[in-house]
C-alpha cells in the first residue's frame, strides 16, 4: 500500500482481516503517538461497484461507532477512523498476540483453570456489551483476542453488531453468523437465523465457543498430541445429530460446567441464560 501516513502512524505488516478489510501492525513516527505505539489498523477494501461501495463505508463507519462506545479491559479499543488519504481505516488498540482460532489450531494442549479464565474474560466482555445495548451477533474463537501470555482477552469486530430499540438503524445482517465449513460448528442461535437476534442470541454463541474451546485445548493425560480436528470432528458429529447435548460431552470435566454449556445453547429461549451475568455467576465457581 503506497499511502502509508494514518493519523500519524506508518503501516506495517498484516495481521489479519476478512473479505473486505485488512489489518494491519501500525507503527507512529511522532513524538507523542496520539494512540500509543504500536497500534492496529484496519483498512477498507473498496474495490467493488458504486452501490456496494456506499453499503461498505456505511457497514465500517457504523462498526466503528459502536466500537468507540466500549471503554473494558476484555474489548478491543477503537481511538478513532474516518478517511486517511484515500483509505477508509479504523484505528484501534494491538493486542501481542492472535485470535483464539489461530490458538485452537495449535497442538500445545492448556490446564482446565487456564481455558477457564480465557473465557470468563471474553464473557466479562461480552456482558460490558450488552450492558451498553448492544448485541454483538458475531461471538466465535476468530472475534477472540489473546496475548501470548494468555493473560489479556479482548473481543473485536462489531461488523455486524445490532443496536435494539434504535428504529432509525436497521439491522444491516439480521440474519448475519458465522458457521464454519462444512458446518461442523454453528455459532448462530436458532432465532438469530431467523432475523431475530436478541442478547440470547449471543449468549448461545458464546456457550458453543466454551464448548469448541475445551474440547481442542483441553489437557488431558495421555492425549496432548491430538490436532484440532481429531478433536472436534466426531465429538461435533454426536452432537450434531443428537447424540450428546455438547460437543465436550466426554471430556474430563466438572458436570456442572457441562450444564451450564447446555443451558448456554438450549435452543429454547425460555431454558437458556436470560443474561450473561447470570452465566458469569455460575462460571464462577471454576476461577481460581
Given at each position: 500500500m503506497r499511502d502509508k501516513n494514518f493519523g500519524g502512524y506508518c503501516l506495517g505488516e498484516v495481521?489479519?482481516?476478512?473479505?473486505?478489510?485488512?489489518?494491519?501492525?501500525?507503527y507512529s513516527f511522532l513524538a507523542h503517538p496520539p494512540y500509543g505505539n504500536p497500534?492496529?489498523?484496519?483498512?477498507?477494501?473498496l474495490k467493488a461497484g458504486i452501490f456496494e461501495k456506499s453499503k461498505l463505508i456505511s457497514q465500517f463507519e457504523r462498526e466503528a461507532e459502536i466500537a468507540m462506545q466500549l471503554d473494558h479491559p476484555n474489548i478491543v479499543k477503537v481511538?478513532?477512523?474516518?478517511?486517511?488519504?484515500r483509505y477508509y481505516a479504523m484505528i484501534m488498540e494491538y493486542v501481542?498476540?492472535?485470535?483464539?482460532k489461530e490458538i485452537l489450531y495449535e497442538r500445545e494442549k492448556f490446564p482446565f483453570e487456564t481455558i477457564i479464565k480465557i473465557c470468563y474474560k471474553a464473557g466479562k466482555g461480552l456482558s460490558y456489551i450488552h450492558q451498553h445495548n448492544i448485541i454483538h451477533k458475531d461471538i466465535k474463537p476468530d472475534n477472540i483476542l489473546v496475548s501470548k501470555?494468555?493473560?489479556?482477552?479482548?473481543i473485536t469486530d462489531f461488523g455486524i453488531a445490532k443496536l435494539p430499540g434504535k428504529l432509525w438503524r436497521k439491522d444491516i445482517f439480521p440474519k448475519g453468523g458465522t458457521v464454519t465449513k462444512f458446518g461442523i460448528i454453528s455459532y448462530v442461535a436458532p432465532e438469530q437465523e431467523e432475523g431475530n437476534a436478541t442478547f440470547q442470541s449471543d449468549i448461545y454463541s458464546f456457550g458453543v465457543t466454551i464448548d469448541e474451546v475445551i474440547t481442542s485445548k483441553l489437557q488431558i493425560e495421555g492425549y496432548n498430541d491430538e490436532d484440532y480436528l481429531k478433536r472436534i470432528n466426531i465429538r461435533a458429529?454426536?452432537?450434531?445429530?443428537?447424540?450428546?447435548p455438547i460437543i465436550s460431552y466426554d471430556l474430563p470435566i466438572p458436570d456442572k460446567l457441562k450444564k451450564i454449556i447446555e443451558k448456554a445453547i438450549n435452543p429454547d429461549l425460555n431454558l437458556r441464560y436470560s443474561s450473561m451475568d447470570e452465566l458469569l455467576a455460575d462460571m464462577e465457581e471454576f476461577i481460581k
Open positions: 495481521i489479519g482481516g476478512g473479505r473486505y478489510t485488512k489489518v494491519y501492525k501500525a497500534v492496529a489498523i484496519k483498512i477498507l477494501n481511538f478513532n477512523f474516518g478517511r486517511f488519504n501481542d498476540g492472535k485470535n483464539l501470555n494468555l493473560e489479556i482477552v479482548k458429529n454426536k452432537k450434531n445429530t443428537g447424540k450428546t
